[in-house]
Structures are given as C-alpha cells and as structure tokens.
C-alpha cells in the first residue's frame, strides 16, 4: 500500500500540472465548446438566402422580424389590421387613445412572459403608458391606420455572452424561429442566421439584385427572393422559379404635375392613348385589390384615341408637347413601347385636328405631335422629371395622405388637389370602418377623374431556388 502511495506521489510530482491541466480541458470541452460544437453542427436543412439591401440590427428586413416575432395586431388577407399579441384593442378619448389589452400566456423565446412593458415601439409625437394588463398610446389627433403600425414585430434586445469570445448583441422575439447570430461588414450586416425547429436559414446581404444574382450563380445562396426579373436565370434548368403578383406595388406613368404643359385635359389624353392589355396584373389605382377599400369598377381608361383626341382638340396646347420620360434599365422596354404608342398617337392627334371644322388656328394642330426622349437612371431624381416611370409600394392601410396630399414633402408628382387634400385629411381621423371605406372610394373616383399618373400594372415578382 505504501509503495502504491510513493507510485502516485512520485507521478503527482512529475506529471501533476498535466494531468490539472487535462481535468480543466475536460472540464471546459464539455461545458462550453462540445455544447456551443453541437449548437452550429446541425443536422437540420440549411437555406442559404439572398436579401437585397443595407440593413442593420435596429433595422431588419420585413421577411427576418416577421420570423423571428411578431407585433400587437396582424394584416389579414382584406389587409385589415387584427389582434396578434394583444386580444384586443379599445378607442378612447375621442379616437385620440388606443388601449392595447396583451394576451396571457404569451412568452419571449427565453422563457419570459411578454409583460405591458416589454413593448415598445418608436413612435414620434405619442406617448406610452403600461398599466398591468395594458399598452396605452397617446396620440395628439385621431389617427385610424394605427393599429396597422403596430402589426410590426416587437423584439427585446440583450447582451448574449460568449466564452472567450466577445459578446454580442442578442434579439430575442416570441415564437419558434430564433436569432443565432450574425456577420457584419462595417455598419452594416453581412449575414444573419435563424434557427428554427426543422431548418436553418443563413440570409446573407447584397447591395443590388445583380449582386445577389452572381452570389446565387457562385453558389453562395441556393434562394433569391422577390427579384423584379428573372435576370436571365428563367432559361437555366433545375432551378425552381415562382411568378407571383405583387399586389402591393404597381407600375405607374407619373406625371410632374406642376409642370404647365401637363394639364388635366393632356394627362387625360395620354391616359386614353396607351394600351393596357395586361390581364389580371391590370391596375386602375393606387389600391391593393384584395383591400377592404378597393373601389369596384373605377375608371380604367382603356385605350381610346377617339376620347384622347378630343381632350387635346378641346384645349390646344400652346407649345409643342415635348417630354421626357425617365426611368431606370427594369422598365427600359416598357419605356420605349409607351414612346412608340404616344408617338403614334400624338402624329393622329394632328392631323385629326388639321381635319377637324373647330379648329380655327390650324397652326396649332402642330403642337399635338408629341415628341418624346427617354432618360434612363438608376436612380431617378424624383425632384426634377417631367414623366416617372417607376414601381410604387402600396401601403397597407388605405390611407396615402404622404402620396398625394399637396402639403406633403413626399407627394414628389406635386398632386394638388383641395378635394382630395380634405378627403385625405378625414379618412385619417374616421374611425368607422364603413364610412372610412366610403371615404376612400370617393377619393379613388376622383383620383382616377383628375389623374396623377398613368396606372399601367401591378409588379410581377420572381423567387428563384435550386
């Protein structure tokens, strides 16, 4: 038994440090790096996703937070604002509060139960109050779309420690798809990583669709998604290419409304003069058809160069029609089919004017051939244009007051209308469902009476995947 002892004590001497040193890394392998090993070495799908754009963590791609959380209310399908995190919500004092009642029972993704002060949203000009139960906002005037402003997902934020490495900064949302980490290049996120309970999905960063495109043909995602065209991967073979309509964005022949050659008899005649064959993708407005707003059978200014011609001959232009269109390379093509049409159209114009017994001064027949240059830009100056050919988004909520209200810095067609400016103003502060509803088709009719803009289609959209 001794000698035993005099064995161990003498390897203890000489070989102790390593064998402390091996009790330690043991100790530290199956704490920390086995569980963090098992954490990344996953047997689950990984989906390799391309996103188009700069964002950041307070500033997350819609399809990441809708993910990873949700907000107080929902957006049905008649894009409708409904409960989601909250049971329900009440109006108060004059449609100038809104009371948020939480639902129980409802848990952040590290066992917390969501509380009334766990929400929070960055709202200008409105106040937050909690009580037990409650999320109270405070408006200074009554603003009907706001339960759709709260459809954004909430997150809470934490500081997520790693061993010996630094940590990071930590979203925590409520349901079964969680944030696992993610790359930064400068400012800006490289690649974000969720985990959920049978995939993983790696969104990794591009500045444009084409950068996301060559990242696709090198292999680095296996799915693009929401491209506005197919960028020539629409021949390539076993790739799985989706056509959708997006509803929510449209293709519209903006008119710069201040510009003196762009009355309402000429915006209406170049409506009347283009063909807009374009099927169910077809719009009439500046609404989503699947919304509780939409109006019905509006007026759709089909192609009719009799009716063009007669608002041109009704008030003749005294200068030539001369205009510029500007768009970006998406909508080169279409640019030049609608130049071809108004140039044809304008050339008939003239010379149903030279034939016309009205017309006195037949010299200004001549100003009816319209001459038109195109002007291509990937970035269009919505300040200085005299016709915009550009995709617009539709905001959830009917209401557009930003779009056209000429009091607004982001009305950039320079729309000014006093009818539509008051039946603006009211859609935003009526809380009824149905008069608001009927508000808004008014301002449709007589939207679509006094055009801004051409309306030509909805937005096709491409999701492509291996």
């Known amino acids: 038994m001794r000698k035993l002892y005099w064995y161990i004590s003498l390897y203890i001497r000489r070989h102790g440090w390593l064998f402390l040193v091996s009790v330690l890394a043991t100790i530290v392998f199956f704490s920390f790096l086995l569980p963090l090993l098992l954490k990344n070495l996953t047997f689950k799908k990984q989906n390799y996703i391309a996103v188009v754009g700069q964002y950041n963590l307070s500033n997350l791609p819609p399809i990441i ?5 949700a907000g107080l209310s929902s957006i049905g399908a008649d894009q ?9 919500w009440i109006l108060e004092d004059d449609a100038k509060q809104y009371r948020f009642v939480l639902k129980k029972g409802v848990f952040w993704q590290d066992g917390k139960e969501l509380v009334p002060e766990d929400v929070y949203y960055n709202f200008a000009d409105v106040v937050m109050v909690t009580t037990p139960n409650d999320v109270i ?22 500081n997520k420690k790693r061993f010996l490495l630094p940590s990071i900064t930590q979203l925590i949302g409520i349901g079964q798809y969680e944030m696992l980490d993610y790359k930064m290049n400068g400012n800006y996120l490289r690649e974000f990583r969720v985990d959920g309970p049978q995939e993983r999905y790696i969104y990794r960063f591009y500045p444009t669709e ?47 409304n201040a510009d003196p050659q762009l009355g309402k008899n000429v915006r209406q005649a170049l409506a009347y003069a283009l063909e807009k064959d374009y099927g169910e993708a077809r719009t009439i407005g500046p609404f989503n058809p699947n919304s509780w707003a939409y109006l019905e059978g509006g007026k759709d200014y089909q192609k009719d160069w009799e009716r063009g011609i007669e608002r041109l001959i009704d008030e003749l232009p005294r200068e030539p029609l001369d205009f510029e269109i500007t768009t970006t390379t998406i909508f080169q093509e279409e640019a030049e089919a609608i130049k071809e049409e108004l140039t044809a159209f304008g050339q008939e114009a003239s010379q149903s004017c030279r034939n016309s017994s009205s017309v006195e001064d037949k010299e200004l027949c001549d100003n009816l051939a319209i001459n038109l240059r195109i ?7 919505t300040n200085n244009f005299q016709l915009l050919l550009m995709g617009q988004s539709i905001s959830t909520d009917p209401d ?21 400016d008051s039946l603006l103003e009211r859609g935003r502060q009526t809380v009824d469902v149905e008069e608001r509803k009927s508000i808004y088709q008014e301002f449709q009719q007589f939207l679509l009476e006094d055009p801004p803009a051409i309306f030509l289609h909805y937005l096709e959209r491409f999701s492509i995947a291996r």
């Open 137 to 158: 906002f405070k408006l200074p005037e009554p603003f009907a779309p706001f339960p759709v402003a709260v459809s954004e997902p909430i997150l809470r934020v934490a």
């Open 375 to 381: 002007k291509i830009s990937n970035f269009p100056d």
């Open 400 to 420: 557009q007051y930003f779009m056209w209200h000429s009091a607004q810095a982001t009305n950039f067609t320079r729309y000014k209308n006093t009818r539509i």
């Open 210 to 256: 084409e950068a996301a495109v060559l990242a696709f043909k090198k292999g680095e995602v296996d799915v693009l998604l929401d491209l506005a065209s197919c960028h020539g991967l629409c021949d390539w073979k076993k790739l799985e290419i989706v056509r959708d309509l997006d509803f929510d964005s449209y293709l519209a022949l903006f008119f710069n």
């Open 65 to 69: 937070k809708q993910q990873l959380s």
């Open 80 to 88: 409708s604002p409904q409960p989601m995190l909250a049971e329900r």
